[in-house]
């Protein structure tokens, strides 16, 4: 079916490990992003991706790693996870970085 | 970068109450993108203005831009149990409007 997958749903994890948060999306946009929500903060910007091989930091880009070689994926990676990194990761996709933006169902990471 | 704030943070309202949520920039926005999360869902796109002063409904919602794009409004008539849920404005990131960025939202409750 088209639309955005993320994978896993949820996850749970030991501070200091690495976790990739997967996405995928079907539509060929050429726009992806990564946000992240937590309480009080609502929606902010991780990382987003213009194109393959473009990626540029968003709001609060320390402590992720992304990286896009194929237009359709678009991994988030927490290269040594921290309790303050436990949240719910949205991936998104748009046309153009302007418009509407598709959203995944989201991941419940759990760092303990 | 560019921020938007958004008030209030949560609204309790009993069905058939009108509601409205505020969005503002200190800095002019190109575009203004409304969304709208159920709990446990993910944000899913409402409307995206674009125009000095436009205003536009869709059913029971009606979305303004301000004259000088620096302020949006949702106003929700007579609220119904199905409206529950968080709305958040979104705005572009940069100048270059690569990405979006959102408002901490705007929690709505309705008891019936």
């Known amino acids: 079916d088209a639309g955005i997958t993320q994978s896993p749903r949820y996850k749970i994890t030991e501070t200091g490990r690495q976790v990739t948060l997967m996405c995928h999306q079907t539509?060929?946009?050429?726009?992806m992003f990564w946000y992240r929500q937590d309480l009080g903060h609502g929606l902010r910007l991780i990382y987003y991706?213009?194109?393959?091989?473009?990626?540029d930091k968003g709001e609060v880009p320390d402590g992720y790693v992304v990286s896009r070689s194929k237009t359709e994926n678009f991994p988030l990676t927490l290269e040594s996870a921290t309790r303050s990194q436990t949240s719910v990761y949205f991936c998104?996709?748009?046309?153009?970085?302007?418009?509407?933006?598709?959203f995944g169902q989201g991941t419940r990471l759990t760092v303990v | 970068g560019q921020q938007v704030m958004q008030i209030p943070q949560y609204q309790h309202v009993q069905e058939g109450e009108d509601f409205t949520t505020y969005c503002n920039s200190s800095?002019?926005?190109?575009?203004i993108q409304w969304y709208k999360q159920r709990p446990g869902g993910h944000p899913v796109f409402l409307i995206q203005?674009?125009?000095?002063?436009e205003v536009k409904k869709q059913k029971r919602l009606t979305f303004q831009f301000g004259e000088a794009k620096k302020n949006s409004s949702l106003h929700i008539t007579a609220t119904q149990t199905t409206d529950v849920g968080t709305y958040f404005c979104?705005?572009?990131?940069?100048?270059?409007?690569?990405?979006?960025?959102f408002g901490k939202g705007t929690t709505l409750s309705v008891s019936s």
């Open positions: 991706s213009a194109a393959a091989d473009i990626t």
């Open positions: 203005l674009v125009k000095s002063g």
């Open positions: 539509w060929s946009h050429s726009y």
């Open positions: 998104a996709s748009s046309a153009t970085g302007n418009t509407e933006a598709f």
């Open positions: 979104a705005g572009p990131f940069n100048q270059a409007g690569t990405a979006l960025i």
């Open positions: 800095t002019t926005l190109s575009n």
